[in-house]
């Protein structure tokens, strides 16, 4: 609660510091330090901004695993990674603050509703602080969360999406289309001169950035075998982190596929990955964030979702396919705003109990 007193007591103090701290200016900072899937599911709130509010500075506070997303988005004028020690306690909570300060946002759309990033709105002097309102919040999140502004409340089964754009009603954008964008780095069309022929390549997600929705290696060599014995497919694209090099290479051996499996797992930086992804007839993968990029560009995807709530978030592509065990009574378990890293059951059978025939089977693939 030492948070929460502290604010309370600022409060007065901020309040009128910042009537005369944003001097007019048209700024808006966003706070999305989400990951990457996350991140992409908000890109159309910085196209409805500079829709409606042309004139608008439009800064970003962003993961650093997601900020190369937004270095070539046309909407934002800045970017600023968010630092570790940020969330460290009452100094590195203050030093957030001071580095917003000194960058002078007039209005702040925090998105994602922690503590580090409601405290440091409140204390940059943002004049006005719109915030989501979670459906999960702690009591500390709630008493911090009425000194802003304005609040948006998220309410299930609606998309986080959804409830992000209706958030800037309260900044004067009114009417908004949800189409989701992914913009490349310029010239990096060379990241797809690794595929070779007419294709069609179907490309195969190893990574999650969470162990809970982890599909394990033995359930994607079977899928990687199926493809490659049953379809006509040019070839099997491995997508994923250096971090899933040592996997990748397993999935090759296992699925005994040399010359049809390429290991693109960490070849390239996340920047390129739409040139490659473009490739693909379809992409699969679990929950994450390359899944959202793909679907983002119009290329069809299947989605194992495992614990992941898609009432919350999915991909929303027409021919984007959805894989989830509907029969527990423990899914989902995973939520936008509420999201464990284990199974309180120790069985993770949302996501092991998802048979490769199944994925297989929604692939629909020319057969061989």
């Known amino acids: 609660m030492l948070y929460v007193i502290l604010a309370y007591i600022s409060y007065p103090f901020v309040r009128l510091a910042s009537r005369f701290f944003c001097n007019g200016s048209d700024s808006i900072l966003v706070f999305q330090t989400a990951k990457i899937g996350d991140m992409i599911c908000t890109t159309p709130v910085f196209r409805e901004i500079k829709r409606a509010r042309p004139g608008t500075r439009l800064g970003v506070v962003a993961d650093p695993v997601a900020a190369p997303l937004l270095r070539f988005n046309p909407h934002i004028d800045e970017i600023i990674e968010f630092k570790k020690e940020w969330k460290r306690g009452l100094g590195g909570k203050l030093a957030f603050a001071r580095e917003l300060r000194a960058r002078r946002y007039c209005e702040a759309l925090i998105l994602m509703p922690n503590t580090a990033n409601v405290l440091a709105a409140l204390w940059s002097m943002a004049l006005k602080r719109v915030a989501v309102y979670p459906d999960f919040v702690g009591r500390t999140q709630r008493w911090l969360l009425r000194l802003n502004t304005a609040l948006e409340y998220h309410q299930r089964p609606g998309m986080a999406m959804e409830t992000y754009l209706r958030s800037l009603r309260h900044l004067g954008v009114k009417g908004y289309g949800t189409d989701k964008e992914v913009y490349g780095a310029p010239g990096s069309a060379v990241a797809s001169g690794c595929l070779k022929g007419p294709g069609p390549f179907v490309g195969v997600v190893l990574g999650t950035g969470n162990d809970l929705k982890d599909w394990g290696t033995e359930n994607f060599i079977g899928l990687v075998r199926l493809i490659l014995d049953k379809t006509g497919v040019a070839g099997v694209a491995l997508l994923g982190s250096d971090k899933e090099q040592d996997k990748a290479a397993l999935v090759i051996e296992g699925a005994g596929g040399k010359g049809r499996v390429i290991d693109l797992c960490g070849r390239f930086a996340l920047s390129e990955m739409p040139e490659v992804l473009k490739k693909m007839s379809v992409v699969i993968g679990v929950d994450t964030g390359l899944v959202y ?47 464990p890293y284990g199974c309180r059951y120790g069985h993770r059978a949302c996501v092991k109990g998802i048979t490769v025939e199944e994925v297989f089977e929604v692939l629909k693939l020319p057969a061989s």
């Open 293 to 339: 990029m793909a679907d983002a560009l119009g290329v069809p995807v299947v989605d194992i979702a495992g614990p992941c709530d898609m009432d919350d978030q999915r991909p929303t592509g027409k021919k984007s396919v959805i894989v989830q065990r509907k029969d527990l009574p423990c899914v989902p378990c995973s939520h936008t705003f509420k999201a």
